[in-house]
């Protein structure tokens, strides 16, 4: 073992185990694929996935669908929804118990008397694809009538609690106002009462936290984590677009009043123990909007990573956390799309996307091998 030959040996041996855990990190971020699956559409926005693969989605002109097999099926025009603007039919989330109660949730524009709000609404889709037992669960959701800052995404967690996402209307008193659900996040339960662990007086039983602007995005936890039931993506003004963890408390927009956009998203000023953003775009935005978690093992580096759908800047925005705080950022398929709008994490493994247009489509991404 003392001749040069035997060193030699050794070193070759060493190499030799080394190789492949070179060729492993340098193949850890898994290069990804795209597949268009539905093109043609009008606006979609939001994207659920059924216990049978087939997915549910949303389109802006208050068309609901279903893509399966290949094939667009029509479900329904929901009735009384009001398109103008950014406002339409938004945001979608199927029960967590869907197997069992078939239960979907509706977000979108509409009006009462007259008057603009964002209603929330419970429907039964029957396995012939038939849509009956409205309930509305949130009817009182404040409204621009122009549809700025119409939010509105919708996620349920395991616990059953259904998440709403509200925007401000573009009214200055919404954000603070305890009483207003603008520009806030909601907590109800499937028949729209207050979810335990919400916000007490003065504010609406249904508020967990308030100082928002514009809502895009929602993603829950399969458990809350040193607090932290998820997190949402959140559209600044001219500065900020934020990524925030779904905490109880107030995340400081108060453009109060006039309807001022020059103020800081989250106004340390005026609310010193306002709570800050995990990740901000900084000094522009670049309009964030759906987001999701990648979960499996298949995703190498990239699991457990957070998604957003980026709408001007024409991206997916990729975040890694750890102990809740960021520790890298990524871009990927940078103006390959378009404007993305909506971003699900299939239980079959894939990550669906929705682009934001007239000749809209719904697009397929997962890794080469």
């Known amino acids: ?57 949303t389109q802006r002109n208050g068309e609901l669908s279903l893509y399966r097999d290949g094939q ?18 938004t945001g979608l989330a199927i029960d967590h118990d869907f197997f069992e109660n078939r239960l979907i949730y509706l977000a979108y524009n509409t009006r009462q008397s007259g008057v603009p709000q964002v209603r929330v609404t419970r429907y039964y889709l029957g396995a012939e694809l038939n849509l009956k037992e409205a309930l509305d669960i949130v009817t009182d959701i404040p409204a621009n009538k122009s549809g700025r800052h119409s939010g509105t995404q919708l996620e349920m967690g395991a616990d059953g609690v259904l998440w709403i996402g509200t925007g401000d209307a573009a009214n200055a008193v919404n954000p603070q106002d305890p009483k207003s659900l603008g520009g806030k996040i909601l907590r109800v339960s499937r028949e729209g009462k207050p979810a335990e662990g919400n ?65 800081p998203m989250t106004d340390k000023n005026r609310f010193p123990d306002a709570i800050d953003a995990v990740w901000n775009s900084g000094s522009s935005t670049i309009a964030v909007s759906g987001l999701t978690q990648l979960r499996g093992a298949q995703w190498g580096s990239y699991e457990n990573a957070f998604v957003m759908g980026v709408l001007k800047d024409q991206q997916l925005r990729l975040l890694k956390l750890e102990d809740g705080v960021l520790a890298s950022e990524e871009t990927l398929f940078k103006g390959e799309f378009g404007r993305i709008r909506a971003v699900h994490m299939g239980h079959d493994g894939f990550l669906y996307i929705s682009t934001d247009k007239n000749n809209g489509s719904i697009i397929r991404i997962g890794p080469q091998n």
């Open 72 to 89: 667009v099926v029509k479900i329904s025009s929901i009735p009384e929804v009001y398109v103008q603007g950014e406002g339409g039919l």
């Open 199 to 263: 916000l007490g007086e003065p504010f609406d039983p249904r508020i967990f936290s308030y100082g928002h602007r514009n809502t895009q995005g929602l993603v829950i936890l399969p458990q809350p984590e040193d607090g932290v039931f998820g997190y949402s993506a959140e559209h600044g003004s001219h500065i900020e677009d934020e990524f925030n963890a779904l905490v109880p408390g107030n995340f400081g927009w108060a453009p109060l009043p006039p309807y001022r956009e020059s103020v």
């Open 1 to 57: 073992m003392n001749t040069k030959y035997d060193r030699l040996r050794i070193w070759l041996i060493v190499l030799m185990m080394t190789v492949p855990l070179w060729g492993a990190a340098a193949q850890d971020a898994p290069a990804l694929k795209s597949e268009v699956l539905a093109a043609g559409l009008s606006h979609p926005w939001d994207i659920g996935q059924l216990p049978d693969g087939s997915l549910l989605f």
